[in-house]
């Protein structure tokens, strides 16, 4: 009675194993855009995106399945460099020709970036964006993405610009793994 | 978040090898880099931890001279309870607006958790482990006895890759008999003193001690056997992202304290099997097989 006891236990212990299980998983990269204008008045600038390095930075796993892109959020920054007259600037962005948010002011910072939420996001240009990051991870088409900004001196038109700005683009790609995992 | 299914299974089985990649770990933690990632973890700690302060003793009979040894495997189960399956996140950044959501914890569901900002942009919460068990199997050695006190130890090495490092477990623990100071005849009292470390490489570590007064009462081939105790647990996550040099530096105390602890064990000859459950804020199954000699026969023979 004991042996059969003791040997059900066993059994029981032993039994436990693995199995295959699908975790999903989140990653997160900032796609910083950078332009440099050094001008008076409008400028008109593009900062191009190529699949592969998106992808190098992104680096998920070979066996990824990829579930869903997303564009969490984006932020703007303003450095002064020498020579600048103008306080602000005003901008528009499009991403793939079409914009995804326009005239938003953002004031010029001495010395470093200070980054603000892009307000007023335009959802037809969020989604063409996300659009194309979503095919970059899964296929890498399109090969690059060209992000055009565009802009003037604010609230006077026209003044001397040296500035750089910057604009964070924060990208959250949705991805399962397929794991062997204990069974619990 | 995939680093934390390797390490998920690495606190459950202990020693299996298994691959693990920096990326897996950098994929969580470009998300959980602050207070919600604390509260994603924080269950993780509180499991953990009552299983490292498990699975010490089955009785509480000491020989007051003599030899007396055990060895054998304790297996321990934390049951997750379904209130540490979520916590209330934060969105973090330049998402906007700022929302909350309940969201996964680490045991939750590993549905991802997107809520929608301006503009059609989305807020990622990473999905969990979808576990309602949490195991850690542990090899235990008791020798005693001098004076009437037994010392316990346990150790579990593995090495899992340059990129993580050792894995590794060590414990101790002392217990006296008071059946030395007390007219107690086969009823059986003792207090003991436990300490367990766990550490991951330089990413993980865990430490547990637990104080407790065990008592036991032997009838035919069973012991019947419990305790009351007092138990810590700490569980610290450090790690620094390759991407931008950020840091991860989770330092968590378990959420345990008083816990209560009633058990069986079945002495089949040199054969030990016992099984306890513990009560406290986490709950606990043990399930115990060993070979034990010196530890009852005198006790039977009485």
């Known amino acids: 009675m004991k042996a059969k006891f003791l040997a059900l236990v066993l059994?029981?212990?032993?039994?436990?194993?693995?199995?295959?299980?699908?975790?999903?998983?989140?990653?997160?990269?900032?796609?910083?855009?950078?332009?440099?204008?050094?001008?008076?008045?409008?400028?008109?600038?593009?900062?191009?995106?190529?699949?592969?390095?998106?992808?190098?930075?992104?680096?998920?796993?070979?066996?990824?399945?990829?579930?869903?892109?997303?564009?969490?959020?984006?932020?703007?920054?303003?450095?002064?460099?020498s020579g600048n007259e103008a306080s602000a600037v005003k901008l528009t962005g499009s991403a793939g020709g079409i914009n995804f948010v326009e005239?938003?002011?953002?004031?010029?910072?001495?010395?470093?970036?200070?980054?603000?939420?892009?307000?007023?996001?335009?959802?037809?240009?969020?989604?063409?964006?996300?659009?194309?990051?979503?095919?970059?991870?899964?296929?890498?088409?399109?090969?690059?993405?060209?992000?055009?900004?565009?802009?003037?001196?604010?609230?006077?038109?026209?003044?001397?610009?040296?500035?750089?700005?910057?604009?964070?683009?924060?990208v959250t790609v949705l991805y399962a793994v397929e794991t062997e995992f204990p069974a619990l | 978040m995939r680093f934390f299914a390797t390490l998920i299974v690495l606190l459950c089985i202990s020693l299996s090898a298994v691959n693990l990649r920096a990326q897996d770990f950098e994929d969580f933690i470009s998300k959980y880099t602050d207070a919600n990632g604390k509260a994603y973890m924080q269950p993780l700690?509180?499991?953990?931890?009552?299983?490292?302060?498990?699975?010490?003793y089955h009785s509480a009979y000491i020989k007051d001279q003599g030899f007396q040894l055990y060895l054998g495997i304790s297996v321990m189960n934390a049951f997750i309870p379904e209130s540490n399956k979520t916590f209330l996140g934060n969105t973090q950044g330049f998402f906007n607006p700022e929302q909350?959501?309940?969201?996964?914890?680490?045991?939750?569901?590993?549905?991802?958790?997107?809520?929608?900002?301006?503009?059609?942009?989305?807020?990622?919460?990473?999905?969990?482990?979808?576990?309602?068990?949490?195991p850690l199997a542990v090899p235990n050695l008791t020798v005693g006895s001098l004076l009437g006190s037994d010392l316990t130890l346990r150790w579990?090495?593995?090495?899992?890759?340059?990129?993580?490092?050792?894995?590794?477990?060590?414990?101790?623990?002392?217990?006296?008999?008071l059946n030395r100071y007390l007219p107690l005849e086969s009823f059986h009292l003792a207090v003991g003193y436990y300490m367990q470390q766990f550490s991951v490489g330089d990413v993980v570590d865990a430490d547990g001690w637990l104080a407790n007064l065990q008592a036991s009462?032997?009838?035919?081939?069973?012991?019947?056997?419990?305790?009351?105790?007092?138990?810590?647990?700490?569980?610290?996550?450090?790690?620094?992202?390759?991407?931008?040099?950020?840091?991860?530096?989770?330092?968590?105390?378990?959420?345990?304290?008083?816990?209560?602890?009633?058990?069986?064990?079945?002495?089949?000859?040199?054969?030990?099997l016992h099984t306890d459950y513990t009560l406290a804020n986490q709950q606990l199954l043990t399930l115990g097989l060993g070979l034990g000699f010196g530890e009852t026969v005198k006790m039977l023979e009485e």
């Open chain 1, 11 to 81: 059994g029981a212990v032993l039994l436990a194993g693995c199995e295959d299980r699908t975790f999903e998983y989140v990653a997160t990269v900032s796609q910083s855009l950078d332009y440099t204008v050094d001008q008076e008045g409008a400028f008109d600038q593009t900062y191009t995106v190529v699949a592969n390095s998106f992808n190098d930075e992104l680096d998920l796993p070979d066996d990824a399945i990829i579930g869903d892109v997303f564009i969490e959020a984006l932020s703007v920054g303003v450095k002064e460099l």
């Open chain 1, 103 to 170: 005239d938003l002011v953002v004031d010029v910072a001495t010395g470093t970036y200070e980054f603000t939420v892009m307000a007023g996001l335009i959802e037809e240009g969020i989604r063409r964006m996300r659009d194309d990051l979503m095919g970059i991870v899964e296929s890498g088409n399109p090969p690059s993405i060209v992000f055009r900004l565009q802009g003037d001196s604010d609230p006077v038109a026209g003044q001397r610009l040296n500035v750089d700005v910057r604009i964070d683009v924060t």
């Open chain 2, 45 to 56: 700690a509180d499991a953990f931890g009552a299983n490292l302060n498990s699975g010490l």
């Open chain 2, 100 to 134: 909350s959501a309940t969201v996964p914890t680490i045991f939750g569901s590993s549905q991802v958790v997107a809520i929608e900002g301006d503009g059609e942009t989305y807020y990622a919460f990473p999905g969990g482990l979808d576990l309602d068990n949490l």
């Open chain 2, 156 to 177: 579990a090495a593995y090495d899992i890759g340059e990129e993580v490092g050792k894995v590794q477990l060590f414990g101790w623990g002392v217990r006296h008999s």
């Open chain 2, 217 to 272: 009462y032997p009838w035919r081939f069973i012991t019947f056997y419990g305790a009351v105790g007092y138990e810590n647990s700490t569980l610290d996550i450090r790690y620094t992202y390759e991407g931008d040099d950020s840091t991860i530096d989770f330092d968590m105390a378990g959420n345990n304290s008083l816990r209560a602890t009633l058990g069986l064990t079945f002495n089949l000859g040199p054969v030990k």
